[in-house]
């Protein structure tokens, strides 16, 4: 009997982890959006078609309403915008682009992914992909409690290539998926609103399972962090820096066979 209350106790636990680490995840996607926005807007703008008789597919690994609509970047017409699970797609309707953030440089199984994706668009058709590591926020002044956070997510992204690698990887991938790299460009690191400052406990409550699951850490230690985490974030004078981002902008380079 006392075995059998433990493992449901122990089970209680881990449905509970799994939620509040679901729960994470999506403010931590919504909070993402809100960080990135300007630099993404901009970029958006200046490569999407501004017509009504262009159609768009969104990427997502959640549900679209987690996600920022790409609509509200376009300076005129609205844009029909469908949405698609990127781990799970079926050749379906031809779209004019297609556009995708992915995070944490995850690169294993991208050419499969991007070859899925070509079924889906018009020969010629535009690829708008954002690489964004999670890894890569600091803080001054210097915060154990942060930078540990950041090692333990780091190491659910290893192996990826280094930062100086990245783009001749990515376009490497993209030209093996039959697409032509047209641009990559790289965006700074910028502080982030003191209101915003709670996207490290986000993170680290977002992939608390991942993290005990490989056995990186401890429950005990990730405890202890996020209280030390959110003490520093209410901190007046806590400066935290978002890391760049890696925009890369593709064409289809052939017509589908």
């Known amino acids: 009997m006392i075995l059998s209350t433990a493992h449901q106790v122990g089970q209680k636990e881990r449905d509970t982890t799994h939620m509040q680490g ?5 403010s931590l996607n919504a909070l ?3 960080m990135y926005k300007p630099a993404t807007q901009k970029w958006l703008t200046r490569h999407l078609p501004n017509t009504e008789d262009s159609h768009g597919l969104h990427l997502t690994g959640e549900n679209s309403e987690d996600s920022f609509p790409l609509t509200e970047f376009q300076e005129h017409e609205c844009i029909p915008l469908a949405w698609s699970d990127m781990f799970n797609l079926e050749a379906g309707q031809a779209y004019d682009f297609a556009y995708a953030r992915i995070w944490g440089g995850n690169l294993p199984g991208l050419t499969a992914r991007m070859q899925a994706l ?22 001054y002044p210097y915060n154990h409690a942060l930078a540990r956070s950041m090692e333990l997510i780091d190491m659910l992204e290893t192996p990826r290539p280094s930062a100086a690698l990245l783009p001749e990887r990515i376009q490497l991938e993209l030209q093996q998926a039959g697409f032509d790299t047209l641009e990559i460009i790289s965006t700074l690191p910028a502080f982030i609103p003191h209101t915003n400052n709670r996207v490290i406990t986000l993170a680290l409550e977002a992939f608390r399972e991942t993290i005990l699951h ?4 401890t429950a005990e230690e990730i405890n202890a962090l996020l209280i030390e985490l959110r003490e520093f974030e209410k901190q007046g004078d806590t400066l935290i820096s978002r890391p760049g981002m890696l925009q890369v902008f593709a064409r289809q380079n052939d017509p589908k066979p």
């Not at 679901?22 to 999506?26: E, K, S, V």
């Not at 070509?118 to 803080?139: D, I, M, P, T, W």
């Not at 490989?214 to 850490?217: A, D, H, K």
């Open 22 to 26: 679901n729960a994470a995840r999506r």
């Open 32 to 34: 993402f959006s809100e």
């Open 118 to 139: 070509r079924q889906n668009l018009k020969a010629g058709g535009h690829l708008l992909l954002e690489f964004v590591s999670l890894s890569g926020f600091s803080a």
């Open 214 to 217: 490989c056995r990186e850490s």
